[in-house]
């Protein structure tokens, strides 16, 4: 059975950081794994997508690296700003989709 | 343009009554997801439709049925409802699955289920 885990429950840094939130699974049969963000009160959205043959995807200031063989999964965020503040949720999947509990980012000004 | 829609957006009722949660996506897809996200946020999911045929049903008590009357909607309807009913849904959508490593979920805003 899939297990994913995140760590840190929750990472609070001043604007203009760099920082690595970690994600980890059990089972590295899988087919791709997705990062998403959730904002309060709103739905999740799809950051970056890593195929199970990739090793990183990088959109503007992410970039998600997937280490299959070790079952783990970073995602980096450069410069990070206010805006970035939300929770953050790693999805592995394998014969379905299976989702951490998500590490939720707090960006000082 | 929203791409993935569900209403309400909350919904507080008492327990015993029943009530459906709507979905449509107007992406194209032809997979579509109910999942549920509990108080201690751990999302999971419940339902997964491709082209109206149910694929996925995970351990849901049969109160939980969704209907999918085409594949741009995917409706819950849940009867005799229960206090530990009470959660955020959200539904989802996404290309083929067989397409496994190209499926990119995309999630509607919620519908957060209060059982009083």
């Not at chain 2, 539904?91 to 009083?116: D, H, I, R, Y």
Request: glycine letters at 6%; one cysteine or more; charged letters at 20%.
């Amino acid at each position: 059975k899939q297990e994913v885990t995140q760590i840190p429950a929750a990472l609070s840094v001043p604007e203009g950081e760099n920082l690595v939130l970690n994600c980890s699974f059990t089972d590295s049969a899988i087919y791709n794994l997705q990062w998403f963000r959730q904002d309060p009160g709103k739905g999740l959205t799809s950051l970056l997508l890593i195929q199970s043959s990739q090793r990183e995807q990088t959109s503007g200031r992410l970039n998600a690296s997937l280490d299959k063989s070790s079952g783990r999964s970073t995602l980096y965020i450069a410069a990070s700003q206010p805006g970035d503040s939300a929770t953050y949720l790693c999805a592995v999947r394998s014969e379905k989709l299976v989702f951490g509990k998500g590490t939720k980012l707090t960006v000082n000004p | 343009d929203t791409a993935v829609s569900q209403t309400p957006k909350y919904l507080v009722t008492q327990m015993g009554n029943d009530k459906s949660i709507k979905c449509e996506q107007n992406l194209g897809h032809d997979t579509m997801y109910w999942y549920k996200q509990d108080s201690k946020k751990f999302l999971k999911i419940m339902f997964s439709y491709n082209n109206k045929e149910l694929i996925i049903n995970e351990t849901v008590p049969n109160r939980f049925s969704p209907k999918s009357p085409d594949k741009a909607h995917l409706n819950l309807h849940i009867n005799s409802l229960e206090l530990g009913d009470s959660a955020v849904y959200f539904c989802a959508s996404s290309p083929w699955p067989g397409q496994a490593t190209n499926e990119k979920l995309f999630f509607g805003s919620g519908t957060q289920l209060s059982v009083l």
